[in-house]
């Protein structure tokens, strides 16, 4: 509520103050002096005294509400004005471009980051921009200069923004004209051979031996050396394997599958209220309350649900599962490309408590290794060649 606390100076002030009291106006904190009377009234009610002062000097000795306010702004309107300005011209500067470095070793990156971030609107005396302005035109400069750049980077610290680029280093690919054989990694019998350069010497369903050659860089013409070249290709071949397998008889396995209940108990002793014996959960137990004196805990049980696996292998019922541990194992030693063409179990005897199964697989893939020869063509054998 907007009020005033006012000063009555004049002959008959406790006159005054009758007559302002039967004239029903509302008086606040009357203090009554030889020199003066000092009391507070509300903004309507000061109009009121204004009207019957007569001779009274009235003088306004403080305010309060909106009034206060309004004194206030008035009595220090020019200050309030010059500290807003002040608090404007400091945000606009702060947002203000002042400097941009481009930090790289090379002048003409810079010069060329500098032209590309002018273009898009990042300059010198301008405004700030967003995180998603700043993204744009560093992914534009990257896509312009995609031969030039590798990576950029633009970070605004104050009034300055700092940017860091790498350059794109063009790797120049050596040529590695190294005269070669591509031979067999390993034995196995030949099912595809891809060949971009050189000699074919074997062909499909062939039986090699590790290091044979397939695809030879020696080129003949009727048993003459005319040429030695780097031979190109792929070969893939079937190859064996045998993995053993050991299965328990009986295998029980219980994990966690992630899925939680939770559930207030009571606690007697070791008894459960309410009871709780589900062996497809494991649970654990926090203790919310405690008794020191008597036997009794309130206990939140968090309970797991468990995946539970109970199996018991034979002689007749184990081919399925160590098939399958087989395949996994093995496939943990292939390359991507290598396809798995045929699996069976060859043979299974029983140890103790263990069943031990040999499985055999027949698996597709990738043979192909090289095989340095001497650049030179020997000239006996063209000698040889020409008898």
């Known amino acids: 509520m907007n009020k005033y606390r006012i000063s009555i100076k004049g002959k008959n002030k406790e006159s005054f ?176 051979i891809k060949s971009s350069n050189g000699e074919i010497v074997k062909k499909k369903y062939d039986y090699v031996q590790k290091g044979e050659t397939i695809i030879s860089g020696t080129i003949k013409n009727k048993d003459k050396e005319v040429a030695k070249v780097k031979a190109e290709g792929k070969v893939y071949g079937e190859v064996w394997y045998n993995v053993n397998i050991t299965l328990p008889t009986h295998y029980h396995e219980e994990t966690r599958t992630g899925k939680v209940k939770r559930s207030l108990s009571l606690r007697i002793v070791n008894l459960n209220f309410p009871k709780t014996n589900n062996k497809s959960f494991e649970t654990e137990d926090i203790v919310l309350l405690n008794d020191n004196l008597l036997p009794i805990k309130l206990v939140l049980e968090k309970s797991y649900k468990l995946k539970i696996i109970d199996k018991r292998f034979t002689i007749n019922n184990s081919d399925k599962e160590a098939l399958k541990i087989a395949e996994n194992r093995l496939l943990k030693k292939l390359d991507d490309d290598s396809t798995i063409l045929y699996k069976k179990v060859l043979k299974k005897t029983i140890n103790n408590s263990t069943i031990i199964v040999d499985v055999f697989f027949k698996v597709k893939e990738d043979i192909t290794d090289y095989s340095e020869i001497s650049d030179e063509i020997k000239e006996g054998e063209q000698d040889e060649g020409n008898n």
């Open 17 to 192: 103050l009758k007559f302002l009291i039967t004239r029903k106006i509302d008086l606040y904190n009357i203090v009554l002096t030889k020199e003066e009377l000092k009391i507070t009234v509300s903004e309507e009610d000061y109009k009121k005294v204004l009207k019957y002062k007569g001779l009274h000097e009235i003088k306004i000795l403080n305010t309060y509400g909106i009034l206060k306010i309004k004194y206030l702004k008035n009595k220090y309107k020019y200050i309030i004005m010059s500290f807003t300005l002040m608090i404007l011209i400091i945000v606009f500067l702060s947002n203000l471009i002042l400097k941009i470095e481009v930090v790289h070793q090379n002048e003409d990156i810079r010069n060329l980051i500098l032209e590309d971030l002018n273009e898009y609107g990042l300059k010198k005396y301008n405004l700030k921009i967003d995180y998603k302005k700043k993204e744009e035109i560093k992914n534009k400069i990257l896509e312009k200069e995609k031969d030039k750049i590798e990576w950029l980077e633009i970070d605004n610290i104050g009034t300055k923004y700092i940017v860091r680029v790498e350059e794109r280093k063009i790797k120049e690919e050596k040529v590695d004209n190294t005269k070669r054989n591509i031979v067999s990694k390993k034995e196995a019998m030949i099912l595809e």
